[in-house]
T-cell receptor, first 113, second 113 residues
Framework: DTAVSQTPKYLVTQMGNDKSIKCEQNLGHDTMYWYKQDSKKFLKIMFSYNNKELIINETVPNRFSPKSPDKAHLNLHINSLELGDSAVYFC????????????FGNGTRLTVT | QQQVKQSPQSLIVQKGGISIINCAYENTAFDYFPWYQQFPGKGPALLIAIRPDVSEKKEGRFTISFNKSAKQFSLHIMDSQPGDSATYFCAASMSSGYSTLTFGKGTMLLVSP
């Protein structure tokens, strides 16, 4: 069983479109995250949710809107896509304990043309 | 966001050699230092982690050395194998309050056969 699964794996779209990435975890974790990995492999946190509540919202354009329908799901909706949004987006989950490891999904490669 | 500086950016090591990746941090409140390993097309996965109450932690061929006074920590991979070829990220976080991991920029390791 995949612990953290995200769909789709690849997403190719044109500028100006709206798209969503879905994430589900079956680990029973209460905290979920979205990270962005750019072309240079730098991992940057975007959002963090704990028990469906937004905890961290880093400096991310408001075109990005996370939605957590329950604590096992955290989806990412992106409006008006721009070329600079092209990256790999990773969903992750963990227990709220600071020493608990992050479990990452396998990423969604978003290409905006 | 507090920085974690990682070096080198890339590393080529012969099979059987020792791979060494270094990280330095600024925030003295950091008290958890994990290393993540990422293979192409996959999400990062926890490799090994250390807390500052010890100066070294070893798990198999992987060792973290921690120098609290210098605010530095490093990953040593003994007897490096081609299967160790991956991108390695150091990270740091605080256990107090709600803290997410701050990642270094990653090191691409290639172990040549």
């Amino acid at each position: 069983d995949t612990a953290v699964s995200q769909t789709p794996k690849y997403l190719v779209t044109q500028m100006g479109n709206d798209k969503s990435i879905k994430c589900e975890q079956n680990l029973g974790h209460d905290t979920m995250y979205w990270y962005k990995q750019d072309s240079k492999k730098f991992l940057k946190i975007m959002f963090s949710y704990n028990n469906k509540e937004l905890i961290i919202n880093e400096t991310v354009p408001n075109r990005f809107s996370p939605k957590s329908p329950d604590k096992a799901h955290l989806n990412l909706h992106i409006n008006s896509l721009e070329l600079g949004d092209s990256a790999v987006y990773f969903c992750a989950s963990s227990q709220v304990d600071s020493y608990s490891p992050l479990h990452f999904g396998n990423g969604t490669r978003l290409t905006v043309t | 966001q507090q920085q974690v500086k990682q070096s080198p950016q890339s590393l080529i090591v012969q099979k059987g050699g020792i791979s060494i990746i270094n990280c330095a941090y600024e925030n003295t409140a950091f008290d958890y230092f994990p290393w993540y390993q990422q293979f192409p097309g996959k999400g990062p996965a926890l490799l090994i982690a250390i807390r500052p109450d010890v100066s070294e932690k070893k798990e198999g061929r992987f060792t973290i050395s921690f120098n609290k006074s210098a605010k530095q920590f490093s990953l040593h991979i003994m007897d490096s194998q081609p299967g160790d070829s991956a991108t390695y990220f150091c990270a740091a976080s605080m256990s107090s309050g709600y803290s997410t991991l701050t990642f270094g920029k990653g090191t691409m390791l290639l172990v040549s056969p």
